[in-house]
Each structure stands twice: as structure tokens, then as C-alpha cells.
């Protein structure tokens, strides 16, 4: 019988070097932005197998507005330069994200009788998803 188990504080996300704490209910995902490949079907039937060589991705880490680092993640919105961006969890055996990244949309702001979590919607460039 298989047996496994999750437990979020084994994920581990790290943002331009800097370890994040305080993350939201959803936390993070991260998706390739495009398929891996297409097809095409010819006239008499014949496929062809198109290879897509997008390397992006998109990860939204969501943490909550009393983050430790919410306010560094408000920063690397001006960034230019890409950075790191790595998610990791040891016990799952799996890493995710890239050598370049941005911030490309800073959270909404919802305030009202709780403080909503901030949503960082992040572009990687160089996007792997890996087994560890």
C-alpha cells in the first residue's frame, strides 16, 4: 500500500535569494504557459508532432499582506533584471521555476474585515519542473 504524506511547511520558495514566509491559503502555483507541442493533421490524414520550445512559465505566489517579505516582493516589481525564483519541497521530490524571473502583476488590494492575501503573478523565463 502506498502511502504519502504533505504538509506545507515542507515547501520551501525562494525569491531572488530570499527565503518566503507568511504565504496565503493557496500559496503558490505554477504553470507552463504553453503546451509542450501541437498538432497538425494533412489532407490525406497524415500528423505531424510540432514541438514547442517555450521555456515560459507563470507561478502566482500568494502570501499574506503581514509577510515578512511582502514588502521586498512590492520592491522586485521595479526590478529590470530577472532573478531567481525556486520552489522547492524536499519530501515531495520535486523543484520548480527558473534563473529569470520578474514580477509582472502586483496583488489587489482587498481590504475590508479581514485583510485579503496578496497575489504576486511572477513570469519565468527559463521555467524546469524537476524530480529531486
Do not use: C
Not at 503558490?28 to 521555456?55: H, P
Not at 499582506?65 to 520552489?87: C, G, I
Amino acid at each position: 500500500m502506498l502511502f504519502a504524506k504533505y504538509n506545507a511547511k515542507d515547501t520551501t520558495v525562494t525569491v531572488d535569494g530570499v527565503n518566503v514566509t507568511g504565504f496565503g491559503e493557496d500559496m503558490l502555483t505554477i504553470d507552463k504557459d504553453e503546451e509542450e507541442f501541437t498538432t497538425s493533421v494533412g489532407a490525406q490524414g497524415d500528423i505531424v508532432k510540432n514541438i514547442i520550445n517555450n521555456s515560459l512559465g507563470t507561478a502566482t505566489l500568494t502570501v499574506q499582506v503581514t509577510s515578512p517579505q511582502y514588502a521586498y516582493l512590492m520592491e522586485l516589481v521595479k526590478r529590470e533584471d530577472p532573478f531567481p525564483f525556486w520552489y522547492t519541497n524536499k519530501v515531495l521530490g520535486e523543484r520548480s521555476g527558473g534563473t529569470k524571473a520578474n514580477i509582472k502583476k502586483i496583488p489587489s488590494m482587498g481590504r475590508g474585515k479581514e485583510a485579503e492575501d496578496g497575489a504576486f503573478e511572477i513570469q519565468i523565463f527559463d521555467l524546469v519542473n524537476e524530480r529531486i
